[in-house]
């Protein structure tokens, strides 16, 4: 009896072992416990309204800017005369507002700036080049990021005439990039650095960091025509560029 008893259960075991595994049994540890007892996934953050640029948007602007201690050539006016900036990207105009306040004699602008005064000044400039009076829907923290970065290149006035704008306000969130993906002109030429930096401000929108391999559309699953076209046109390198520029905002 004690010899049948012994084979049985020996025979119980290995058949225990052979057996196939479950479904749930497939899943990794990590899997099951982020499942909870309830197995139900918590949802999603839900945009809010959104009233300024957050603090790693910020640096991210200062970086995309870069800071100049002297006046620079930025441009020209519809009549050909030169357009000067300083600064973060500051376009310094004859009745200059944000100077007057500061105190900051433009006749001496030629002898430059100080990283304080250049401080001041983007802060100024954040307040009227602001996006907060012109979009009307909620955001998420990184889609208002990539708007404001979009808005201060572009300027208040033709940012508010833009298809991005329009679309952002008709909550047709996913449209926003292609219309941001218009803009790559500089002086009415293409410009390739103009196109970086969009595909970065894009990548902030999206909160997604493309694939230097592959389109946006096929990272995203997103029609995304002219944001497609922005990508292909850049070198892998300037790709990289774009990647890293992303992951600096990410702080990863």
Known sequence: MRVI???LSLLMASTSHASPKGPQDLLPDVQKK?????????????RTII???SDKGRKLLERLEGFKKFLYEDGMTATGDPLWSIGYGHQVSKDDKVLALLGINQSQLHKGITQEQGDAILNEDLKIFSIQDLVKVPLF???YDGLSCFC???????????MALKEVNAKEYFKVPDGMGRFTNFSGKFFLPMAK??????????EHSFDPRTL?????N??????????QRLSLERRLDAVQMYRFYKGS
Not at 34 to 46: C, F
Not at 156 to 162: A, I, N, R, Y
Not at 197 to 206: D, P
């Open 152 to 162: 201060y290149n572009l300027g208040h006035v033709q940012f508010s005439k833009t």
């Open 34 to 46: 982020s499942e909870g007892l309830s197995g139900v996934t918590p949802p999603p953050p839900e």
């Open 51 to 53: 009233s300024s640029i």
């Open 197 to 206: 930096r969009r595909c970065i401000e894009i990548m902030v929108y999206l």
């Open 222 to 231: 997103l029609p995304l025509p002219d944001v497609d076209k922005d990508w």
């Open 5 to 7: 008893l012994l084979i």
């Open 141 to 143: 923290q990184y889609e």
């Open 216 to 220: 946006p559309s096929k990272a995203l």
